[in-house]
C-alpha cells in the first residue's frame, strides 16, 4: 500500500512564526504537491515538485515556500504564518509517466491554526 | 482547456437508498478520470479511476462509475446507501501531461453526501 504520512494532524502557531510541514512517501514516487483545502474553496494546489531539487508554483504560491532534498520528502514553509493561512494542508504523491497524469495519493491533512 | 463539474453540491440520501453523484468534465480528448472520497478531518482516498479500458468501473465499497464520452460524464452511483458513506467526494480529471503541468489533476468542487436514519 502506497503510504503518505505528515509530520503533525493538528498545528497551533503564532501569526509571524516560521512553520514547517513535512510530507513524506514511501513509493518512490516523482511528482509531490502540497495544497490547502478551505471550506467553499475546494482544494487549491500551492506547489508542486517532480523531482528532487525541483519545483514549480502552483495556483496560489504567496507566502509559501517548499524544499525537496530527498526523493520521498517534500516539505512546506511557511516564512512568517498569517492567520489567513489557517486551513487544512494536504501533502500527495504520484508517479510521472505516461502520456497522462496518474491517481494521486494523499497524506492524512495537518490542520493549521495561526493565531 | 480540460475542466470538471460537480452538478451537486450537496446531495442527501436515506440509509439503504441509492446513491448518485453527478460529473462533468470537458476535455478535447479522451482523459483519466477519478473519484476520490474525503472523510471529516482526513485525506482524500482514490475510490476508483477509469483509463480508458472498461467504461464501467468499480471502486472501493460498492462503488461504480460510467464513463459516457457522447455526455462527457463519469456520474458515481451505488446501490444502497450506508451511514459510512457520509463524506465529500471529488471528481478528478487528469490533463495530458506536458511541460506546463507535470502531474498535476484538476479536481471538481466537491459533493457533500448526507446519509439519513
Known amino acids: 500500500d502506497v503510504k503518505v504520512t505528515q509530520s503533525s494532524r493538528y498545528l497551533v502557531k503564532r501569526t509571524g512564526e516560521k512553520v514547517f510541514l513535512e510530507c513524506v512517501q514511501d513509493m518512490d514516487h516523482e511528482n509531490m504537491f502540497w495544497y490547502r483545502q478551505d471550506p467553499g474553496l475546494g482544494l487549491r494546489l500551492i506547489y508542486f515538485?517532480?523531482?528532487?531539487?525541483?519545483?514549480e508554483k502552483g495556483d496560489i504560491p504567496e507566502g509559501y515556500s517548499v524544499s525537496r532534498e530527498k526523493k520521498e520528502r517534500f516539505s512546506l514553509i511557511l516564512e512568517s504564518a498569517s492567520t489567513n493561512q489557517t486551513s487544512m494542508y494536504l501533502c500527495a504523491s504520484s508517479f510521472a509517466k505516461g502520456a497522462y497524469s496518474y491517481e494521486q495519493y494523499f497524506g492524512p491533512g495537518t490542520r493549521l491554526t495561526v493565531t | 482547456a480540460q475542466s470538471v463539474t460537480q452538478l451537486d453540491s450537496h446531495v442527501s440520501v436515506s440509509e439503504g437508498t441509492p446513491v448518485l453523484l453527478r460529473c462533468n468534465y470537458s476535455?478535447?480528448?479522451?482523459?483519466?478520470l477519478f473519484w476520490y472520497v474525503q472523510h471529516p478531518n482526513k485525506g482524500l482516498q482514490l475510490l476508483l479511476k477509469?483509463?480508458?479500458?472498461?467504461?464501467l468501473v468499480k471502486g472501493i465499497n460498492g462503488f461504480e462509475a460510467e464513463f459516457k464520452k457522447s455526455e462527457t460524464s463519469f456520474h458515481l452511483t451505488k446501490p444502497s446507501a450506508h451511514m459510512s458513506d457520509a463524506a465529500e467526494y471529488f471528481c478528478?480529471?487528469?490533463?495530458?501531461?506536458?511541460?506546463?503541468?507535470?502531474?498535476?489533476?484538476?479536481f471538481g468542487q466537491g459533493t457533500t453526501l448526507q446519509v439519513k436514519p
Open positions: 478528478v480529471v487528469s490533463p495530458l501531461r506536458g511541460s506546463s503541468n507535470t502531474g498535476k489533476l484538476i
Open positions: 476535455s478535447s480528448y479522451s482523459p483519466s
Open positions: 477509469y483509463t480508458s479500458a472498461a467504461t
Open positions: 515538485s517532480y523531482d528532487v531539487k525541483m519545483k
